[in-house]
């Protein structure tokens, strides 16, 4: 049975092939790819339903251009050897830029058009800016490995500054907990978060198997294992939650969250909770943890364990901050002592020093 079309698009029989193609009426016919499945065909299609009747999607990309260079890659083993997971976000970053600069010839790179014609229009969008610089990057370097290209062309172009996700504040752990009771699914999600510092995709997915375990599961990004024990706080929220499904977290359906789903559903328990802050996200309750874990005097090992950190570095930013607060607070705990415990300031006799009255002569 031939699969269903979404709207305006129709089949159309040339010469014993089948076309799709976009038309609204009588209008114009707008060519779109032939699997309508696949991401090319949605981006096509949303194009058209834009109005934009002109894709460079639906053409084919020059010999030595960058589309060419993003379909070589894609087709690379490299590519192919993602995680599902990162394959998603990889293959979104590369689709804009094959759809923006496709056009470009590889050889024609240099640091200043790489800086004015692709960075530069996402100044306003330093996150955006910074991995379109690191897919750029990975794509420089399969060129040439290719042989497109005999240096790397990014070579001193700085890397733009994106706000980094940070840990929640004390005041706002305390909102969303009023705000929803232990035994809710929001409280679990939060609870799961931050007692295991896991990401949206490393949660949304997590099974009874998996926390009864010891809390062990394997990062999605980077294939670290982390094993670690199930805090009191997370122990008190999973007793009260519902066992209904294979995995903790399930929808209204009773069904497994999606990625977005899933971070979707956190945006909207912290907006209940009457934070407004947009920079309050679920992310930063795996920051909170590695700020808490710090305070609490865990060794940079130790967190690195934890988060399921790749490299040392990382681990050791939460000790140095936590470190420089509990420093500062000791300096200021000396400087009160010191001020309660002054002494008067040495008299300037007993340095050697003769005083003005001893300076005069007597009658």
């Known amino acids: 049975m031939p699969r269903k079309l979404p709207p305006n698009v129709e089949r159309n029989h040339v010469k ?9 009426g009588k209008g114009a016919r707008i060519r779109l790819p032939d699997d309508p499945s696949t991401p090319e065909f949605r981006e096509a299609y949303a194009a058209a339903m834009a109005g934009e009747t002109t894709k460079p999607a639906l053409r084919k990309d020059a010999p030595g251009s960058i589309g060419a260079l993003v379909a070589s890659y894609k087709a690379s083993g490299q590519y192919t050897a993602l995680s599902a997971t990162s394959k998603g976000g990889y293959t979104s970053r590369l689709e804009q830029i094959r759809v923006v600069h496709g056009h470009r010839a590889v050889a024609g790179l240099t640091q200043d058009r790489i800086q004015s014609f692709i960075l530069d229009p996402l100044g306003d969008r330093p996150g955006a800016a910074l991995d379109t610089l690191k897919k750029l990057r990975i794509l420089i370097k399969h060129a040439i490995s290719k042989g497109w290209l005999k240096h790397d062309p990014s070579l001193g172009i700085k890397r733009p500054k994106g706000k980094e996700i940070r840990a929640w504040t004390d005041a706002e752990l305390a909102a ?73 977290l399930v929808t209204e359906w009773g069904r497994p969250f999606t990625i977005d789903g899933f971070s979707g559903f956190m945006r909207d328990a912290i907006r209940a909770a009457g934070i407004t802050d947009l920079a309050c996200r679920p992310h930063g309750l795996r920051k909170t943890l590695g700020r808490l874990l710090a305070d609490a005097g865990c060794s940079a090992h130790d967190i690195m364990a934890a988060l399921g950190h790749k490299t040392l570095a990382e681990a050791e930013r939460y000790t140095r901050e936590a470190d420089r607060k509990r420093g500062g607070k000791r300096a200021v705990v000396k400087l009160n002592e010191h001020r309660a415990n002054k002494s008067p300031q040495t008299s300037s006799t007993s340095l050697g020093k003769i005083t003005k009255s001893e300076r005069k002569t007597t009658p």
């Not at 062990?216 to 980077?222: D, F, G, L």
């Open 16 to 24: 014993g092939k089948t076309y799709l193609s976009f038309r609204i």
């Open 176 to 248: 969303y907990e009023r705000r929803w009771a232990i035994g809710t699914k929001q409280r679990t999600a939060f609870a799961l978060m931050l007692n295991m510092g896991t990401a949206r995709v490393d949660t949304h997915l997590l099974t009874w198997h998996q926390v009864d375990d010891g809390a062990c599961y394997r990062r999605h990004k980077t294939g670290v294992a982390v094993d670690m024990a199930i805090s009191e706080d997370l122990e008190k929220a999973l007793a009260l939650t519902p066992r209904k499904h294979v995995c903790v």
